[in-house]
């Protein structure tokens, strides 16, 4: 049964209403640049097919498990956890730390975002492809705390606002023009074709080819066993899984909300934004550059696409502010949900309002938001990880990454599989007399296969054996 001590908690409207909330959550900067470049990395459709197997399997047993564990509890992570077993409290406290690690340094990405977007609005989008543009403005010393400062704003203002008319309806408005958006981008993709001063013409068509096409070459066992990791660690991103945030959102969702058909949904709206983002890029990045234009993380959006969007002549600043725009949106909508599974918890254990919950959640990003933005010049320094070269930012991204979120995970699966039983989260589901089409699925995904897909993920993020 549901926890009905707690029923005067705020909720999303409804079905369509959690549905965005939770998308808008999943979709994020990991599906912009991540997915594709991932995609090109791995073989292209050999991962995309990989992908969406773990998705419906690793990631649906996950997704379910904790907006199932949200909405019977009614609490935020660091409560929810501890309302199931008080042995497994430690949970909580590792899915709260995750997004309070993971929010200051989101919200510098984001504010690079609005950087970008601002310099192709106001037409000054070629000045971006400069050699060392990139590298010069996050090293300044004020100029990325401004723009960090103006991101997370945003992100304060729709938490502030509350469940329903702040994040809902932040949802319910960006969402369907995020949507609109990519699919218009990864169209116009589809179009290009450039010749370079070799004389190579390439096409988006090709690069289509390149994306969706599974490649098999020099592929080993060793190899294959990569993609799988590379793909189980895109899902964590995906579906926003393992950061207390869907438990928190699942808190909000009403008792009549059908969780299987609502799960489904979200994970159809991820795969397909994920799907589109590679289309928006890939093709794109082909054309103008090749495979070797394809690189990792942010030096994806930040570095290669300009100087795409610079070929492009006078349609490359619409093209831009577009595309800045798109990634714009879904960083914040996933900015959202990060502070919210913060405030969530801040509300449940240590009973202040929402506003008091928000400001001193603010004043913490800020302090270390700066000490991020600082990484990049007065504090900087170099530290070596099992993922290489790192200094603040990464260092961060590597605890709340790699440790963090399979150590939540992992324990989730142990709690739920072994402690508290599969059947606990399948009363959650089928409350009301709905049905659960992949119970059965459920429980042998939750008990056995998810525990040890992540203790080899556990494994290969700390380099104890690199698949």
């Known amino acids: 049964m549901t926890d009905t001590n707690t029923q005067d908690r705020s909720s999303f409207s409804g079905h369509l209403g959690f549905i965005l909330a939770s998308a808008g959550s999943a979709v994020g900067l990991g599906n912009i640049w991540r997915f594709p470049y991932l995609a090109?990395?791995?073989g292209g459709g050999l991962f995309i097919v990989i992908y969406l197997i773990l998705a419906v399997t690793f990631g649906f047993a996950l997704l379910t498990t904790e907006i199932a564990i949200g909405r019977k509890t009614r609490k935020g992570p660091l409560s929810a956890y501890k309302r199931i077993d008080k042995r497994f409290s430690f949970i909580g406290i590792l899915a709260c730390l995750v997004p309070i690690i993971i929010l200051p340094y989101y919200c510098t990405?984001?504010?690079?975002?609005l950087k970008y977007l601002s310099m192709y609005v106001t037409g000054n989008g070629a000045k971006t492809v400069a050699e060392g543009f990139f590298g010069g403005f996050i090293s300044k010393l004020y100029e990325p705390i401004i723009w960090f400062v103006i991101f997370f704003a945003l992100t304060a203002a729709a938490i502030i606002s509350g469940v329903e008319k702040g994040i809902e309806?932040?949802?319910?408005i960006l969402m369907p023009i995020l949507v609109v958006?990519?699919?218009?981008?990864?169209l116009f993709s589809l179009t290009l074709s450039h010749t370079d001063a070799n004389g190579v013409t390439r096409t988006g068509l090709q690069?289509?080819?390149?994306?969706?096409?599974?490649?098999f070459e020099g592929i080993t066992v060793s190899k294959f066993l990569s993609v799988v990791m590379d793909a189980m660690g895109q899902l964590f991103f995906s579906i926003s899984v393992a950061m207390g945030i869907m438990v928190a959102y699942g808190s909000y969702a009403k008792p009549e909300v059908n969780l299987e058909k609502s799960i489904n949904h979200i994970e159809i709206f991820d795969t397909a934004i994920a799907f589109l983002a590679?289309?928006?890029?890939?093709?794109?990045?082909y054309a103008f550059a090749g495979k070797e234009g394809m690189s990792a993380g942010p030096g994806l959006i930040f570095a290669n696409l300009p100087k795409v969007f610079n070929s492009m002549g006078t349609l490359g600043l619409f093209i831009g502010a577009v595309f800045f725009i798109i990634v714009a949106v879904?960083?914040?909508t996933s900015s959202i949900s990060v502070m919210e599974a913060i405030v969530s918890s801040a509300i449940d254990h240590f009973k202040w309002s929402r506003l008091r919950s928000s400001i001193y959640v603010s004043i913490y990003t800020?302090?270390?938001g700066v000490i991020v933005c600082l990484g990049y010049n007065k504090l900087y320094f170099e530290l070596h990880l099992p993922t290489g070269t790192a200094q603040v930012l990464d260092l961060m991204d590597y605890i709340s990454n790699s440790v963090f979120m399979p150590l939540v995970a992992l324990s989730t699966s142990i709690l739920i599989g072994w402690i508290a039983k599969p059947e606990y989260i399948i009363d959650e589901v089928t409350l009301g007399g709905v049905k659960f089409s992949r119970a059965a699925l459920y429980k042998v995904m939750i008990k056995y296969i998810v525990p040890i897909m992540l203790v080899c993920l556990l494994i290969n993020s700390a380099g104890i054996i690199k698949f």
């Open 278 to 285: 590679g289309l928006m890029i890939i093709p794109a990045v």
């Open 330 to 332: 879904a960083a914040i």
């Open 181 to 186: 958006m990519v699919i218009g981008i990864s």
């Open 207 to 215: 690069g289509l080819k390149v994306y969706v096409v599974p490649s």
């Open 109 to 113: 990405i984001g504010g690079w975002v």
């Open 40 to 42: 090109a990395k791995d």
């Open 366 to 368: 800020f302090i270390f």
């Open 169 to 172: 309806k932040v949802s319910k």
